[in-house]
Structures are given as structure tokens and as C-alpha cells.
């Protein structure tokens, strides 16, 4: 199965496991799987990391960082295309977050199984 790991879900497998369900902890172990983390997750990160530096919810790590330590983990970084963000066009208004907006339309363009806690994220999968 090809997986793509929604940000928060990468941040944890490496820095916070616990957070993980079981079978989350299972499939991006998997060696049967490919697990891939997006682009898009690395922009996010590297937005969202200066302004939360002193936060208690702060990002662990930068998106330089982010990317090194993802492919150390044996992820493949996804690159964006256009085909990404057309496809991101063509989703329902459930949820009005870019970044996972497009993880959620490139695993529908793929196909990949995205891996995600966030609730909204996960009634676009519920829709199909």
C-alpha cells in the first residue's frame, strides 16, 4: 500500500509514536508499505515552525530538518504537481486548510491511503 502521512501524523511517528494508533504504528512500519510525506507538509512546516518557536505547541523541528529526518525514517518526499493542484479543485468545502487540501487531493490523484487524525480530513475520505 502506498501511504501519505498527513504533517502532523510524520511529526509524531518520529518525535511522539505514542500519539499513534496501533495500526497507524503498524502500516508506516510496515515493510510492505511505501510511505511517502508531501511537499506540502514541508511548506507547512516551514511556515508554521518560526511562529510557533516558544510555543508549547511548537513544531519540533524545522523543514530542512523535517525533510532530512523524513527520508533518515525511509520516506519519499512527494512532490507537487499540477495535476495536485487541479484535483484540489475539484474537492468539496469540508475543510478550507491548503495544506490539507492538497495532501487530500494528491492522495485521491495518486491513489494513496492518507494518514490522518484530524477529523475533517477524514470526512473527505469517508465521501470517496
Keep these: 500500500m502506498r501511504l501519505l502521512l498527513d504533517t502532523h501524523i510524520a511529526i509524531w511517528a518520529l518525535v511522539a509514536p ?3 494508533t496501533n495500526g497507524e504504528r503498524d502500516l508506516i ?3 510492505e508499505n511505501e510511505v511517502f510525506v508531501s511537499v506540502a507538509s514541508l511548506w507547512e512546516i516551514a511556515i508554521k515552525y518560526p511562529l510557533s518557536r516558544g510555543r508549547p505547541d ?3 523541528f524545522s523543514a530542512e530538518e523535517a525533510q532530512g529526518f523524513f527520508i533518515d525514517a525511509g520516506y519519499q518526499i512527494l512532490d507537487i ?4 493542484a487541479l484535483t484540489v479543485e475539484k474537492l468539496p468545502p469540508i475543510h478550507s ?3 490539507d487540501r492538497m495532501l487530500i487531493a494528491q ?5 494513496m491511503h492518507l494518514l ?3 477529523t475533517k480530513v477524514l470526512a473527505y475520505l469517508a465521501s470517496g
Design 97 to 99: 486548510d491548503p495544506f
Design 58 to 60: 511548537a513544531l519540533p
Design 18 to 20: 505514542d500519539r499513534l
Design 107 to 111: 492522495a485521491k490523484a495518486e491513489p
Design 81 to 84: 504537481s499540477a495535476r495536485h
Design 116 to 118: 490522518s487524525q484530524d
Design 29 to 31: 512500519a510496515s515493510l
